[in-house]
């Protein structure tokens, strides 16, 4: 372990990859904090840039950086204006709101950076310890048992999306996975499902299919409803520094939030949103009576939960991506579309292929980490000023930035008119509630599943390695459970509220 | 019949589709000697189809039971919502995909920054005109010679 952090210190701290954690805080902090925009589109539109410069350490530490800015910027839009611009923060303006209310705006600024600190660089050191032991197993995995843990991981992705979304969860990735099967797949050198265009030739492209899911959705959602943001100020900053009595009290809460927020990050489709709000009710429950009734009125520890549980769980995210190429997200599995375009196929053999690579991007977390403590902290006043841009110079832009993204991925023009025709799309299924991360995801994974899918079966000559392989078995088994079990609870939760008895 | 059903028929729809082609037209182009593979390019949209329909059929009949929550905006009343808006800018989205070729870089940019800011109701050109410009100037700029990516910027009848 030592020698690779060796390695990741060694790449890391290149001038240019430090210019990039810095770039790529900045850029997503100032993103971060508009309203409406969250991660997952920033990164979306970063993509060219950071395809286009060829290394990939490079362009990961880039992306990661936007990644973590992009939640920091979230949670000081949820603590100044109440309007977090991304869901991970919505749990941050319970008591960051009411902070800023009263006065103490610099204060709870400083308690969420150090919070998020303290949450991303224990999540970092979680993810190095653990990473490498899973992929040490993760090693021993045969096509098939990919195949089962890619199902197993899109259908923990449905599993975790709530009360009655598991369908449309569930039918949302199969979209996805139809979508990736429109092309010429590599196993067969034969055009499926392109309705004799000769744009689809080539299927379609990610970037497109990610802008057209998260970024002009949230856009179209701006031009909608105006006025989503209430921006009533929540005073100015001042006043940065906290107590030592109020660091002795969040200490322990962030102990615990690191190591909560970073195992809830590990399993796919749980993520910074799950944890931020798992974490404050953890805390809240947990809390003396006295301090209980604090909470939601401006409470250190209110305010330090959530956000040291995001950012644990934003670093935790990572472990599958990295250690088995596994998305858990739709920040990572973007992030993985970007690291195969730039011809890094994350996964188990990561660590040995490209151990530059892995390390790297260890190492840039804990720099971007300390970079959002040091710079970003002193310059969120100046940074605020960017949510004074007035919406009708700011949309235009947003849009401008998706399409420039989806044309030159593709340099093409075609790919504007796919991506405004899915954009759409993706809006009516917004309306109607449907998860448009699985989409995203099963997409990003249908290529691979397809693959690993067709590579058993024909080791085997037929489906026979479902049952002459254990643990694809098993993995298989554990993905139908994990379907069916939550339908199976609501249902008896419904039967209990009817005043039926159940069995046990 | 709430809109997420209907959603649901028209994928169901999809599937349907899908799954024609892939049980029935796919396999008639197929060679010879591929027919003896255990996997056809086939059989994986075959399962999908299976899946896709089960699912929405699914949440067509309404098996799955969803507390009702408020929305974040509710479709129903669309028309209370900046919805003109709405469709200008993606008309403009389409105009702007169709001219990039046509009318180059330069003028297609300037233009929908400026057009899209006069949708969303702002009248003050001596700001929106030197914003569009200087804006479409730089990132010209850092995707042509920082990024190395070809964008034709001017209208293509001056060559290039």
Redesign the interface.
């Known amino acids: 372990m030592l020698e690779g952090l060796l390695i990741g210190l060694h790449t890391a701290f290149s001038i240019k990859n430090l210019l990039m954690v810095i770039g790529g805080c900045l850029i997503g902090t100032f993103i971060g904090m508009l309203p409406g925009l969250g991660p997952m589109s920033i990164i979306a539109i970063m993509i ?2 950071a395809i ?1 410069m060829g290394d990939a350490s490079a362009a990961l530490i880039l992306l990661a950086g936007v990644y973590y800015g992009a939640i920091f910027g979230g949670s000081t839009s949820s603590i100044l204006l109440n309007a977090p611009g991304v869901a991970g923060t919505v749990a941050s303006s319970f008591d960051g709101y009411p902070m800023a209310k009263k006065g103490k705006a610099g204060k709870a600024l400083t308690v969420a950076a150090i919070a998020s600190f303290c949450g991303g660089t224990i999540g970092a050191l979680l993810l190095m310890i653990f990473a490498p032991m899973l992929s040490s197993v993760a090693l021993l995995f045969h096509s098939s048992e990919y195949f089962a843990l890619m199902v197993v991981g899109l259908s923990a992705i449905a599993a975790f999306a709530g ?6 969860a ?2 949302m990735t ?2 996805g ?2 979508l990736a ?1 429109v092309g010429e ?1 590599a ?2 050198n ?1 055009p ?2 392109t309705m004799g265009l000769m744009d689809l030739q080539s299927g379609f492209g990610f970037i497109t299919l990610a802008m057209a899911m998260f970024a002009l959705p949230e856009a ?2 701006l ?4 006025n ?1 943001a209430s921006t009533d100020d929540g005073g100015e900053i001042k006043d940065l520094r906290i107590t030592a009595k109020e660091a002795k009290s969040i200490a322990p809460v962030i102990g615990r939030q690191s190591l909560q927020g970073f195992f809830i990050g590990v399993l796919p489709g749980a993520g910074a949103t799950i944890a931020s709000f798992l974490g404050y009710a953890v805390e809240r429950n947990i809390a003396t009576k006295s301090e209980q009734d604090e909470f939601g009125k401006g409470s250190v520890k209110g305010l330090a939960a959530p956000e040291t549980a995001n950012n644990a769980a934003c670093t935790g995210s990572f472990v599958p991506l990295l250690t088995l190429g596994i998305p858990g997200s739709g920040t990572t599995a973007i992030l993985l579309g970007a690291l195969i375009a730039l011809n890094v196929s994350p996964g188990p053999r990561l660590m040995i292929d490209n151990p530059q690579v892995f390390w790297a991007v260890i190492v840039s977390m804990y720099i971007g980490n300390f970079i959002l403590l040091i710079l970003n902290l002193p310059l969120i006043p100046y940074i605020a000023k960017v949510l004074l841009i ?4 700011l ?3 947003i ?2 930035f998706t ?2 993204g989806a ?2 991925g593709q ?1 093409n ?2 790919e ?2 796919l ?2 025709g899915f ?2 799309c993706a809006t ?2 917004k ?4 998860p448009l991360a699985p989409l995203l995801i099963g997409f990003i994974l249908g290529g691979m599943l ?1 693959d690993n ?2 590579r058993s ?2 080791l ?3 489906v026979a390695f479902v049952w002459e392989r254990p643990m694809t078995l098993g993995l298989l088994v554990l993905a139908v459970i994990l379907v069916i079990l939550p ?1 199976y609870r ?1 249902r008896r939760a ?1 039967a209990r509220a009817a005043g039926v008895a159940d069995g046990d | 019949m709430a809109l997420d059903r209907w959603i649901a028929l028209v994928l169901l729809g999809i599937c349907l589709i899908y799954g024609y082609t892939a049980w029935f037209t796919m396999d008639g182009s197929l060679a010879p000697f591929m027919r003896r593979n255990p996997i056809w390019p086939s059989t994986f949209p075959k399962v999908l189809s299976v899946l896709g329909i089960v699912a929405s059929m699914i949440i067509l009949l309404g098996f799955e039971k969803a507390e009702p929550k408020t929305p974040d905006i509710d479709y129903r009343k669309l028309g209370e919502y900046k919805l003109g808006q709405a469709i200008g800018l993606l008309v403009l989205m389409v105009a702007y995909a169709l001219c990039l070729r046509p009318l180059g870089f330069l003028f297609s940019t300037a233009a929908f920054l400026v057009l899209g800011s006069f949708i969303l109701g702002e009248r003050k050109w001596h700001i929106m005109i030197p914003v569009a410009v200087t804006a479409t100037m730089i990132v010209w700029y850092l995707v042509q010679q920082v990024l190395g990516i070809f964008l034709r910027p001017l209208p293509s009848m001056f060559g290039v």
């Open positions: 060219p840039v286009s009360t009655g979304q598991v369908t449309k569930l039918m199969v979209l996975l139809i099967t797949g196993l067969f034969m499926r499902f179209l959602f031009v909608l409803k105006p989503r007035p919406r009708n110079y949309i235009p832009f849009l401008f399409l420039m044309y030159i340099n023009a075609t504007l008119l991506l405004v954009g759409i009516a299924l309306f109607a509630d449907y397809e899918f067709s079966m024909q085997y000559d037929g339908s609501a419904r």
